[in-house]
């Protein structure tokens, strides 16, 4: 009985032995080199994995980067320049600057504007909630205010303000890393150019419904008046289905549409209210020039007519 015992762990010895050698040599025959390189940047990238850069993870974006041999398509938001400056080091490339993005909450549907229509009691999550139902207030297009973004934001750049019943970005914490972007049911959230001395401007509504409705499902929605597109200079501003929306790449910074917007939803970020008024100022001047000068060629096309009218009736 004891030989047999020991004869079947001595067979099962030999066995489990021979087959760690062969999946030894299999595995060192067959090994699949990495470039080195791809150790060397994931060292430099942030290890946040949050893929903001579109991979699944830092290690992912270093193998896009060995693979792609440039920089143009593959960006770190959260490393940002100074890390990519990194990767195109090991690289041997150029590195590609970009402007730093961070994420603006487009809408300003607060409590106090946005009054309660009827009353969820499902599970505390917006991506549920959106599923169920367009959201607890008249405007379908609002937050609902259940912070799925701010669960999802690794960085701990945002909150939800209590008063407000809004996400609130925190500047200096954001990394433009896209999670919040891409967990709203909604779309509220978007990444914004962050702007020279971080100032920025930007519509915060996403309701399409004609003005008085729109109006009347919130009071601070974008009715699509159409009042900063004429006051734009720049062609910067557009409205689409009742709803402005201001081009980044467009806006000069210029601050002449700010106070065109009866409910002020053009949001503006580290400009000083001064600014704004010297820009309001100039632009009434301008309207004001544009109007005088209309009126002037209005009344010398009458008296060029009248002339005419007296010249004929004189032959
Ligand atoms: S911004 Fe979107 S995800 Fe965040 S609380 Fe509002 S609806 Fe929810
Ligand atoms: S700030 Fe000036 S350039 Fe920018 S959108 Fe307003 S009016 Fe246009």
Request: hydrophobic residues 35%; aromatic residues 6%.
């Amino acid at each position: 009985m004891n030989e047999v015992i020991l004869y079947t762990v001595l067979s099962l010895t030999g066995l489990g032995v021979l087959a760690a050698a062969i999946i030894y040599w299999v595995s060192k025959k067959f090994a699949v080199q990495e470039d080195e390189r791809i150790d060397k940047l994931e060292e430099v990238l942030p290890a946040t994995n949050c893929g903001g850069c579109g991979q699944p993870g830092c290690r992912a974006f270093a193998k896009a980067v060995v693979e792609a041999g440039t920089l143009e398509e593959l960006h770190c938001p959260v490393g940002g320049n100074a890390v990519m400056k990194q990767v195109a080091a090991i690289l041997g490339i150029n590195a590609v600057e970009r402007d730093p993005y961070i994420a603006v909450v487009r809408c300003s549907g607060s409590f106090e504007y946005r009054k309660k229509t009827n009353i969820y009691d499902g599970a505390s999550s917006c991506k549920i909630a959106a599923t169920l139902y367009s959201g607890d207030t008249g405007c379908a297009y609002g937050c609902l205010g259940m912070g799925d973004c701010v669960d999802v934001c690794d960085f701990e750049a945002m909150y939800m303000d209590e008063k407000t019943g809004l996400p609130v970005i925190i500047e200096d914490k954001c990394t433009a890393c896209n999670a919040c972007v891409k967990e709203c049911p909604k779309d509220i959230l978007e990444l914004w150019p962050k702007g020279k001395k971080n100032k920025r401007i930007y519509v915060a509504c996403l309701n399409e419904e004609k003005g008085s409705t729109a109006r009347k499902e919130c009071a601070v929605a974008c009715s699509g008046c159409a009042k900063c597109f004429e006051a734009c200079r720049y062609d910067a501003i557009t409205v689409t289905n009742n709803l402005a929306a201001i081009d980044p790449e467009k806006c000069t910074l210029c601050l002449e549409c700010v106070e065109t917007c009866d409910v002020r939803n053009i949001i503006t970020a580290n400009i000083p209210d001064e600014k704004i008024k010297h820009a309001t100022e100039h632009r009434i001047r301008l309207e004001e020039r544009a109007r005088k000068k209309k009126e002037e060629e209005k009344l010398a096309a009458q008296a060029a007519q009248q002339q005419n009218g007296d010249a004929t009736a004189q032959a």
